[in-house]
């Protein structure tokens, strides 16, 4: 499959949006930010020959409390992976400030933000790990779970999203 066929298949998919309706400001600071997130997985598995990932960061804080062996598994690793969480977290308060002028906003009702951060949980748990990890890490490296695990994300979040606009579902 060629180029444009890919362009003209994703462009179906995603319901005929034009290029500049996905990204009206340009595509600069998710280039910018893809750049610090590849470097940041360089540096980490550099540092620790570890694969960092965020899905482990709630089991590897439950290590401080909890003595289950399930927890402990992640006792030496577990210092950078809440640094690695917190990153995330300042991150996303720099781009706030930056960006949005010191506030994160959204129109998405508290209870769905929950609720559906508890189906993101446990979808990372069916799924051995998070979107994120299996794009950047697992990608990269050439898994093959992980590859056919983003191809699968990617469908059915293209689905829901498009099934959901179609039922007239408003955040």
Known sequence: MGIEPLGTLVWALLGGVSYDALFPHGISRYAIGGL????G????YLGTS?????????ESTLSYVSDQSRFQEYRPSRDWRLVFTAGILLGAVVYAVVYQGGAWTTDVQPWRLFFGGILVG????IGKGCTSGHGVCGVG???KTSLVGVATFLIVAI???QLVAALGVTP
């Open 36 to 39: 610090f997130v590849g470097l």
């Open 141 to 143: 490296s050439r898994s």
């Open 50 to 58: 570890l694969i960092p990932g965020a899905s482990t960061f709630l």
């Open 159 to 161: 689905g829901t999203a």
């Open 122 to 125: 446990i979808g990372t748990r």
């Open 41 to 44: 997985v360089v540096v980490i």
